[in-house]
């Protein structure tokens, strides 16, 4: 050993700590990707919040105007319609970020 690791070992063993930790990580940091359940809980949210809500207006409405059933289907149905297309939407998205990380992931195995 040299001069500088006797007289403090522990530094010497901590650089050789961070040396293998450096080799091992990857290059770039890994990204945030979502779950399959995440995903799946996330899409279930959007979908129950839209018949809740529109349960809920329904709801309101029919006791506003005093005409039961009526506005509580018709807004069910509208909710579950609004649900349904968020929850699309958001599956679009998703896909378009995970094409976008695949193709950049390509490209970086092309060039390297």
């Given amino acids: ?4 690791d006797a007289k403090n070992p522990l530094k010497s063993l901590e650089e050789k700590i961070a ?4 080799a091992v990580e990857p290059d ?4 945030n990707k979502f779950s399959a359940a995440e995903v ?3 899409m279930i949210i959007e979908l129950t919040a839209g018949v809740f809500i529109g349960f809920g207006l329904g709801y309101g409405l029919d006791f506003l105007f005093n005409t039961k059933p009526v506005f509580i289907l018709i807004l069910t149905l509208f909710g579950f319609a609004a ?3 968020t ?5 679009r998205e998703l896909q378009k970020k995970e094409l976008s990380a695949q ?3 390509e490209e970086d195995n092309i060039d390297g």
């Fill in 1 to 4: 050993m040299g001069e500088g």
């Fill in 19 to 22: 040396a293998a930790k450096k």
């Fill in 28 to 31: 770039q940091p890994v990204q």
């Fill in 40 to 42: 799946g809980w996330r």
């Fill in 83 to 85: 649900g349904v297309k």
């Fill in 87 to 91: 929850m699309m939407r958001s599956a």
């Fill in 103 to 105: 193709d950049s992931t």
